[in-house]
C-alpha cells in the first residue's frame, strides 16, 4: 500500500522548471501506488502567520485566519510526506512556500507540546545560479527541529527561463525518487 504524499508547489509559474521537478517526482510516485496531492501555492489565497498563538482551538481549522489553507491542513495532517517544491528566490525558498510553511504552525498548536506531526520530507528547487546553501540550512533544520526525515533532495542548477529543464538529468532524478517511495 502507497504512501500519502502532500506536495506545496512555491512556485509562481505553473509550467516553470520547479513545476517540471514536481511533475516528474508526481509521476514517479503515483506509479508506485503512492496518493498524491499537490497544492500550487501561487494560484491560492494564503495569508502570513499572525504570529498570535490563537490557534490550535480546533482540529479541524487550526489557524484563526480562515483563508486557503484550510483545504491544505487535512491533507497536511494525513500526508506521510511532504514535499517542499520551490525556485530558488534571494538564496533561499519562495515566499509562496515560506508563507504556507509558517502556517503550518498552527497544526503545531493543536498538541500542547506544540509538537509537529512527524513527517518525511523532500526538498525539489529549481534556481538560476547554483548557490542552494541558504535553502538547505533552512530544510536540514527542518529533521533537528521538527523531527522530519529527508528523503532525497533534487537541486537543479542554471535554469533560467521556462523550459531550461527540459533534458536535465535532474528531471530523471526526481522521478527516480518519486518511484522509489511505496
Same mark, same amino acid.
Given at each position: ?29 503515483? =506509479?508506485?501506488?503512492?496518493? #498524491?496531492?499537490?497544492?500550487? +501555492?501561487?494560484?491560492?489565497? %494564503?495569508? *502570513?502567520? $499572525? ?26 495532517? =494525513?500526508?506521510?510526506?511532504? #514535499?517542499?517544491?520551490?525556485? +530558488?528566490?534571494?538564496?533561499? %525558498?519562495? *515566499?509562496? $512556500? ?85
Amino acid at each position: 500500500m502507497g504512501k500519502k504524499i502532500l506536495i506545496l508547489n512555491g512556485s509562481p509559474r505553473k509550467s516553470g522548471n520547479t513545476s517540471a521537478l514536481v511533475s516528474e517526482f508526481a509521476r514517479g510516485a503515483t =506509479e508506485s501506488g503512492n496518493d #498524491v496531492t499537490e497544492f500550487f +501555492l501561487q494560484s491560492m489565497n %494564503i495569508h *502570513g502567520c $499572525l504570529g498570535c498563538f490563537g490557534g490550535g482551538k480546533d482540529r479541524n481549522s487550526p489557524c484563526v485566519q480562515k483563508d486557503d489553507m484550510q483545504k491544505i491542513y487535512p491533507v497536511y495532517r =494525513e500526508a506521510e510526506i511532504v #514535499v517542499l517544491a520551490t525556485p +530558488l528566490y534571494y538564496w533561499t %525558498i519562495s *515566499g509562496q $512556500l515560506k508563507t504556507c510553511f509558517d502556517r503550518l504552525f498552527a497544526v503545531a498548536e493543536c498538541d500542547k507540546n506544540y509538537r509537529n506531526p512527524q513527517k518525511e520530507t523532500v526538498l525539489l528547487m529549481a534556481a538560476e545560479g547554483h548557490d542552494f546553501e541558504e535553502s538547505l540550512y533552512w530544510y536540514d533544520r527542518l529533521e533537528k527541529h521538527l523531527g522530519w526525515k529527508s528523503l532525497g533532495k533534487v537541486l537543479c542548477g542554471e535554469v533560467v527561463g521556462l523550459g531550461d529543464i527540459k533534458g536535465r538529468n535532474e528531471l530523471v532524478k526526481a522521478y527516480e525518487l518519486g518511484k522509489s517511495i511505496s
